[in-house]
C-alpha cells in the first residue's frame, strides 16, 4: 500500500494521490474502490493519465479515497492505520513510499520501528 | 511485524536505490520493483537493486505474459539468483490493462494465460527440455542453459477473484495490487483461501 510519512496531514495525503490516479483508472479496481467506501470517476481519470497530466489526474482523487485506501500522517497515525490493512489477512505488508525523498525514508525508519 | 518496500518507477533510480540501501540495513524483509510500462524498467532496475544491497530479498513485480516471453522471464530472474542467491523472488501478473493497451498489447484469456505461463516457467527454471503444446504457448525443446541454485518462490500478482483464487491454487504466494482497501483486501484473501483449498498448499499474501 503507499505510504507518505508527515508532520503534515494534508502534505501526506497529497504525496499519495499521483500512484492512485495511476492505478485506479483500470476498471479492475472499480470493486476495490467501492468497498472502500469512496468515488472515482474512473473515465474521466484514465483521460487524464492518458495524458500524463497528473495534476488533472490526482484532482479525481479525493481525500477520503486516499485515507480509505493508503496510510498518511505522522508515523504514529501511520502504524495505526496499517493495523487496519494487516488484519484483513496479509502475511506481509508492503509499502509504495511517496511524497519527497526524505518523507520516503520516514516510511522507512517507521519500518523499522514496526519491525523492532 | 517485517515489512517490505515497493517501488513504483516514478521517481529516479539513483533515488530508489538510496532507499533500498536504507531498507537493507534496517532489515526490512524485500523490495518489490513494480514493472510500470513507460516507467523505470522493473529488471534493470532490481538487478541494480541487488548489487546495492546485501540481504533484502528483491522481487520484480509483475512480470506480464503479455510483455515478457516465458524464456525471457526465465533468463532474467535466473541471472538475478546466481548473481544474489535466495535473494529473488519472482512475481508474475498479467499487469496493468491500460497501460498494456496503450503500448498496443492485447491481454486476453488472462486465466488460462497466467497457468500456462506459471508451468512453463517453473519447468525452465528446473532446467528441464520444455516441450509445451498450450493454448497460449507453445515452445519447442528449449532448455536453459543454466539453472539456478535455489527454487524461486513465485508470487502471482492478483486483482479480481478468480485470479487471486488462481494464485492461491499454483502461487508460493500472492501479491495484491496497491492501493487496495482493508475491505478488499479481507475478500482477496478469502479468494485465495478459495484456490489454497484447490491445492492445499498455503500461500503468503502482501
Redesign the interface.
Known amino acids: ?2 505510504a507518505a510519512v508527515s508532520d503534515d496531514r494534508k502534505e501526506a495525503i497529497e504525496a499519495n494521490k ?3 490516479a ?8 472499480a ?3 467501492r ?3 469512496g468515488r472515482v470517476d474512473q473515465e474521466g481519470l ?1 483521460v487524464a ?2 495524458k500524463r497530466d497528473w495534476e488533472a489526474a490526482k484532482k479525481f482523487i479525493s481525500d477520503e479515497v486516499v485515507l ?3 496510510v498518511a500522517g505522522t508515523p504514529a497515525e501511520c502504524c495505526r492505520q496499517l493495523e ?14 511517496t511524497g519527497t ?1 526524505e518523507a ?2 520516514k ?3 517507521m ?2 520501528e ?2 523492532s | ?8 518507477g ?2 529516479s533510480i539513483q ?1 530508489m536505490i ?2 533500498a540501501r ?2 537493507d540495513e ?5 523490495l ?1 520493483m513494480s514493472d ?1 510500462l513507460c516507467f523505470r524498467d522493473s529488471l534493470t532496475t532490481s538487478m541494480a537493486l541487488l548489487a546495492a544491497t546485501k540481504t533484502i530479498k528483491v522481487a520484480p513485480a509483475p512480470m506480464s505474459p503479455y510483455s515478457r516471453h516465458p524464456i525471457i522471464y526465465a533468463m532474467s530472474i535466473a541471472t538475478m539468483e546466481e548473481f544474489a542467491p535466495g535473494r529473488v523472488i519472482a512475481s508474475p501478473g498479467t499487469g ?3 497501460a498494456l493497451k ?1 503500448a498496443g498489447m492485447e491481454s486476453p484469456r488472462p486465466l488460462k494465460t497466467m497457468r500456462e505461463y506459471v508451468e512453463i516457467l517453473r519447468r525452465f527454471l528446473r532446467g528441464e527440455t520444455v516441450n509445451f503444446e498450450g493454448e497460449i504457448f507453445k515452445i519447442n525443446g528449449a532448455k536453459m542453459g543454466f539453472t539456478p541454485s535455489t527454487t524461486i518462490k513465485m508470487y502471482l500478482t492478483a ?2 477473484p478468480r485470479m487471486l483464487q488462481l494464485g492461491g491454487e499454483i502461487g508460493d ?1 500472492v ?15 478469502s479468494d485465495i483461501k478459495t484456490g489454497t483449498e484447490r491445492s492445499g498448499r498455503l500461500p ?3
Open positions: 500500500m503507499t499521483m500512484f492512485l495511476y492505478i485506479f483508472r483500470n476498471t479492475h479496481h470493486e476495490n474502490i468497498l472502500g467506501g484514465a493519465v492518458a480509505a485506501h493508503c487496519a490493512f494487516v488484519k484483513g489477512g496479509l502475511n506481509l505488508p508492503v509499502l509504495l513510499p525523498q520516503r525514508k516510511v522507512i525508519q519500518a523499522r514496526l519491525g | 511485524m517485517r515489512v517490505g518496500l515497493c517501488f513504483d516514478f521517481y533515488e538510496e532507499l536504507l531498507a534496517v532489515g526490512m524483509e524485500s518489490w510500470h496493468n490493462a491500460a496503450e486483482v479480481r504466494g501479491l495484491l495490487s496497491g492501493g487496495c482497501s482493508p475491505g478488499y483486501i479481507a475478500r482477496c484473501v503468503s499474501v502482501s
